[in-house]
């Protein structure tokens, strides 16, 4: 399933895009979640309530309450690894585009191929995201199998990786993990770990067990966060 938002302040186009998009779903045989804004503030609203929602954002330049170019850096800001593939009737923002690092800019109207090719290089992206972690770690990017994470873990100025059999440091914040991973499965439980919640095997009052036996704190402020994830995480498995 690839969860798509649009947004859009004109009701024609927002409605022309998502029968476009679901004829891209059949041709591909690909499953699309796909939700309608009207406004930046209706989208921003959904990731401040802290869920991370979306894979790719069709976004239009000229809202009526925002500047469409401001909600992407602000999502951004956020949850760094959703998409945007910008859709305007404007070409004066092209190179705004570059700044939210959009997956391409489409002047409207736009053929069916043209915004199929784009959506699928977006899918492709996310869907290689999705399985690996990028560190820097003494000057050379490493990518890190995802689904071999158990949790992160701040020790001063570096983050330990747990794999199962594995420990792996580098230079980060763990706050930098937490936003960069908000999207992958992973969550905030403690102020210094970080945790896969597909690796969790028993979720106690001050603490989790995961599948390996490891026994990870959990802090109060985390606590019915981590316990609400968990549970909407149980009803997809």
């Not at 820097?136 to 701040?154: C, H, R």
């Not at 983050?159 to 440091?169: G, L, P, Q, R, S």
């Not at 919640?197 to 490891?214: A, D, H, P, Y």
């Not at 019915?224 to 909407?232: A, D, Q």
């Amino acid at each position: 399933m690839i969860n798509i938002a649009i947004c859009d302040d004109q009701d024609y186009d927002r409605k022309n895009l998502k029968q476009i998009l679901e004829k891209i779903s059949l041709r591909n045989n690909i499953r699309f979640n796909i939700e309608e804004f009207k406004s930046g503030k209706e989208l921003l609203n959904i990731y401040k309530r802290d869920i991370p929602k979306f894979d790719v954002i069709f976004l239009d330049i000229i809202l009526g309450d925002s500047n469409g170019i401001d909600v992407a850096k602000c999502i951004l800001d956020l949850y760094s690894s959703v998409k945007f593939i910008i859709l305007s009737s404007s070409k004066d923002f092209i190179l705004d585009g570059y700044d939210i690092s959009a997956i391409n800019y489409i002047i409207k109207p736009s053929s069916i191929e043209r915004i199929e090719k784009e959506l699928l290089r977006a899918i492709d992206i996310q869907e290689n995201n999705k399985k690996f972690y990028e560190i820097n770690k003494n000057g050379n990017t490493v990518l890190l199998k995802l689904n071999n994470i158990y949790y992160f873990e701040v020790d001063h100025r570096k983050v330990n990786v747990y794999e199962k059999e594995n420990v792996i440091d580098y230079y980060d914040r763990l706050d930098n993990v937490e936003k960069n991973l908000a999207d992958k499965g992973f969550k905030r439980c403690h102020r210094s770990y970080v945790i896969n919640i597909s690796k969790i095997k028993e979720l106690r009052s001050n603490e989790v067990k995961l599948l390996n036996e490891q026994i990870v704190p959990v802090g109060r402020k985390y606590k019915e966060n981590l316990k609400e994830t968990f549970f909407n995480y149980l009803q997809t498995v």
